[in-house]
């Protein structure tokens, strides 16, 4: 591979490079190729083994972003908590067929189970507690880490980007999600207690990278409810770029309660709060990943 060539960061005559959120000069991050065709698809699974850091959130909003710029979208809710799909309106008492039944049941088919999530360019795999059992069941099946990855081989050649929203555990199921996909997002909370077990996730998808899938890569860490104004949060994420340099994604995550807000309405900040700062940032993020996953190579200060 050649050496990576940087983004180029704004020029300022007689002034300095903006620094941005993260303590490095903030890039230019380039708008995406427009598309004339879809497929195949990068398949990204959304990956922390501890809770509440934005793994929904970030799944959510990131398709709806990417879904903007054209691409076409398939969100995969592979929390047996059915978060995603809630989050999108769905009821999960109401569901026929979910991914459990996708997984668990041959005759089912990936048509049978996709819906449409409500937003323009971005479709579902929805989820409910059903799921949990899959765990269990899935022990005692040949090949068990690459069920998922055989599940979603009908749907890699109709959309760009397939994001798996997984559960907060290193179980089965989230190796089940590492072995079906190319790249791994790791959001984290700009927390001091959620930086020490980024390590035994990083193990993990070395393990997986080894042993099971060896195109699999991290495409990027992402700080979530960032607070620019405490010395903690700015502390954590200096630290963050030290462990991870280039892996961590320039675009971050602040606290808002309008993700909260958009949540209980059921739909993407995109769409809730069109003109807002966290839509701006999830904007931002999803030209960031289109960029890295398209040229192979982080963006550079």
Known sequence: MSDPIPFPVPSQANHEPEIGPTGRPMPEIPEPRVLTSHGPARVIAMCNQKGGVGKTTTTINLG?????????????DFDPQGSLSVGLGLNPHEME?????????????????????????????????????????????????QTLQRVLAPAIDQYDVILIDCQPSLGLLTVNALTASDGVIVPLECEYFALRGVALLKTTIDK????????????????????????????????LVQAWGDKVFHTVIRRTVKFSDS??????????ASSSAGAASYR????????RVETGEPARG
């Open 64 to 76: 709806a972003a990417l879904a903007e710029l054209g691409r076409k979208v398939l969100l995969v």
């Open 97 to 145: 067929l979910s991914v459990y039944n996708l997984l668990m049941d041959r005759e089912t088919t990936f048509d049978e189970v996709v819906v449409e999530s409500g937003v323009e360019g971005v479709d579902l795999l929805p989820s409910n507690i059903d799921l949990s059992a899959a765990e269990v069941q899935l022990v005692h099946e040949v090949a068990r880490e």
């Open 208 to 239: 997986v990278q080894e042993r099971l899938n060896p195109r699999l890569e991290i495409d990027g860490v992402l700080g979530t409810m960032f607070d620019g104004r405490t010395l903690h949060s700015r502390e954590v994420m200096e630290r």
């Open 263 to 272: 949540t209980v309405a059921g739909e993407p900040i995109t769409s809730y």
């Open 284 to 291: 931002l993020l999803a030209k960031e990943v289109l960029a």
